[in-house]
T-cell receptor, first 114, second 114 residues
């Protein structure tokens, strides 16, 4: 296991199209997080899962966004009807359940909406 | 809601010198965790150092140390003997014991001059 893996690394899409990103966490981790990072800013929390249950969603996660984690393994983040404002780096992280252990991040998926 | 502020968008230091990155945060909680993450260009974010709020002793990891002032809600990072590989964006982050998400500051871009 080499860490958190995100695919694709880059995605360019036309406005109005749907896109889906995948995150494969570290296998022993039962928590998985999605963050969004715009240029020059720190990451902002979107949502997190404990196993397959989605336990918290940010207000940033509009109705066009949906995330799943079937079977508590990999996760997908889908954005429907993309808008230019969705252009950002989407980061995935995973951790153990305890509050102290660090979260390990993937390299992110950079989305550009044209 | 908790907030994290990094007031230095950019910092630079000569190789082998010492640099301190500033971070302040706002919270009404008494127990929480604080982190410094490093994000090199085009690479994933990695944990540099963490601090539990109930511990009075400042955390240290090799060349990295923090100055945690709980009453002042300040959490600065000191990097000693700066190396070229330390060049990156540095993010200060807060995590509540109750909520599992990380709240990040805006980041400080650190440049190391040879």
């Amino acid at each position: 296991d080499t860490g958190v893996s995100q695919n694709p690394r880059h995605k360019i899409t036309k406005r109005g199209q749907n896109v889906t990103f995948r995150c494969d966490p570290i296998s022993e981790h039962n928590r998985l997080y999605w963050y969004r990072q715009t240029l020059g800013q720190g990451p902002e929390f979107l949502t997190y899962f404990q196993n397959e249950a989605q336990l918290e969603k940010s207000r940033l996660l509009s109705d066009r966004f949906s995330a799943e984690r079937p079977k508590g393994s990999f996760s997908t983040l889908e954005i429907q009807r993309t808008e230019q404002g969705d252009s950002a780096m989407y980061l995935c992280a995973s951790s153990f359940r305890d509050g102290y252990t660090e979260a390990f991040f993937g390299q992110g998926t950079r989305l550009t909406v044209v | 809601a908790q907030t994290v502020t990094q007031s230095q968008p950019e910092m630079s230091v000569q190789e082998a010198e010492t640099v301190t990155l500033s971070c302040t945060y706002d919270t009404s909680e008494s127990d929480y965790y604080l982190f410094w993450y490093k994000q090199p260009p085009s690479r994933q974010m990695i944990l540099v150092i963490r601090q539990e709020a109930y511990k009075q002793q400042n955390a240290t990891e090799n060349r990295f140390s923090v100055n945690f002032q709980k009453a002042a809600k300040s959490f600065s990072l000191k990097i000693s003997d700066s190396q070229l590989g330390d060049a990156a964006m540095y993010f200060c982050a807060y995590r509540s014991l109750v909520a599992q998400k990380l709240v990040f500051g805006q980041g400080t871009r650190l440049t190391i001059n040879p």
